[in-house]
T-cell receptor
Framework: GQSLEQPSEVTAVEGAIVQINCTYQTSGFYGLSWYQQHDGGAPTFLSY????GLEETGRFSSFLSRSDSYGYLLLQELQMKDSASYFCAVNTGFQKLVFGTGTRLLVSP | NAGVTQTPKFQVLKTGQSMTLQCAQD?????MYWYRQDPGMGLRLIYYSASEGTTDKGEVPNGYNVSRLNKREFSLRLESAAPSQTSVYFCASRTGGGNTEAFFGQGTRLTVV
């Protein structure tokens, strides 16, 4: 089976930096991606890592280590609007896309 | 550009009833997906279609069937609804290949009583 483990909840204050980890065990691996979902909304794509290393997109960065089956999403200069759930996802091959259990981020003033 | 459109947005079914959730995308994507989302369980893959003419089981396929009607449309059918199928259902699509950006519909909130 597939397993993508994330912390269930993370809390932080405005302006801070927060890291959300994802550890995966999958039958195949063709890249790690991250999605954001606000309450009542649909998931939206944030970033993708196909190779080891750091990818930066504005205030968000994502990191991948394939040898450790591990990745993380780094959110900087946190804003209230960043309060949402964050999911990692793995393309396990043949276009099969599986998601982690999700991390709820609560940003306080 | 509508993206991914799901219908209906809300539905209440009685146990044993059947229904079909519809999904259509206008982005010429090859791959389409159905997920269910339950509190604390993340997004669980029900079925997916890597390309037109193919469908494959995901992580939780029992109790569901799918049809990839054409490149644009991918429907999910519940033949005999059960309370355990109460959930929010999301359809998604992506181009396939190395690009893993998936685009999601707004979801269908289904309650089975």
């Amino acid at each position: 089976g597939q397993s993508l483990e994330q912390p269930s909840e993370v809390t932080a204050v405005e302006g801070a930096i927060v890291q959300i980890n994802c550890t995966y065990q999958t039958s195949g691996f063709y890249g790690l991606s991250w999605y954001q979902q606000h309450d009542g909304g649909a998931p939206t794509f944030l970033s993708y890592n196909g190779l080891d290393g750091l990818e930066e997109t504005g205030r968000f960065s994502s990191f991948l280590s394939r040898s450790d089956s591990y990745g993380y999403l780094l959110l900087q200069e946190l804003q209230m609007k960043d309060s949402a759930s964050y999911f990692c996802a793995v393309n396990t091959g043949f276009q099969k896309l599986v998601f982690g259990t999700g991390t709820r981020l609560l940003v306080s003033p | 550009n509508a993206g991914v459109t799901q219908t209906p947005k809300f539905q209440v079914l009685k146990t044993g009833q059947s229904m079909t959730l519809q999904c259509a995308q206008d982005m010429n994507h090859n791959s389409m997906y159905w997920y269910r989302q339950d509190p604390g369980m993340g997004l669980r893959l029900i079925y997916y279609s890597a390309s037109e003419g193919t469908t494959d089981k995901g992580e939780v396929p029992n109790g569901y069937n799918v049809s990839r009607l054409n490149k644009r449309e991918f429907s999910l059918r519940l033949e005999s609804a059960a309370p355990s199928q109460t959930s929010v259902y999301f359809c998604a699509s992506r181009t396939g290949g190395g690009n893993t950006e998936a685009f999601f519909g707004q979801g269908t909130r289904l309650t089975v009583v």
